[in-house]
């Protein structure tokens, strides 16, 4: 037996008959993802935490999280993210925390952040951002 780490399929009944419901956090590092997948957020529809690391995301495209419903804690770091545009997060109402650190972000529109009706903490420390807009 070896140390070697092994791949693991999360989905279906491949881990001890987990179901896709079963699953809520999803992690998404070193890949090449350049937007987000909607596929992540229906095939996995009780995801409460999304983690998008280092995975080249470079923009949210529309209704990216229209199936974003449980989703409470978003995490995108480490990106080639250069800007949020309007009503990037729409159905994503109850994320409450979101760290958007060290991307590569320049612009916010100033409806970017529209439907988050429960966000208390967002954090956008590392980015290059020239101009911050009245939200």
Do not use: C, K
Not at 12 to 35: C, K, M, R
Not at 44 to 53: A, H, M
Not at 66 to 85: D, E, F, K
């Amino acid at each position: 037996m070896t140390n070697e780490s092994q791949p693991v399929t999360i989905g279906g009944n491949h881990i001890a008959n987990l179901t896709n419901n079963d699953v809520s956090v999803v992690q998404v590092s070193f890949s090449q993802t350049p937007f987000i997948v909607t596929q992540i957020l229906t095939t996995f529809p009780n995801v409460n935490t999304l983690d998008v690391f280092n995975s080249g995301l470079s923009r949210i495209q529309p209704n990216a999280f229209a199936y974003a419903r449980w989703l409470r804690v978003l995490n995108i770091q480490g990106n080639a993210l250069i800007s949020i545009p309007a009503n990037a997060f729409i159905g994503a109402s109850n994320v409450q925390t979101m760290y958007l650190i060290n991307n590569a972000i320049q612009n916010i529109h100033q409806n970017a952040f529209v439907g988050l009706s429960n966000l208390d903490l967002i954090l956008l420390s590392s980015n290059q951002i020239r101009d911050l807009p009245p939200f």
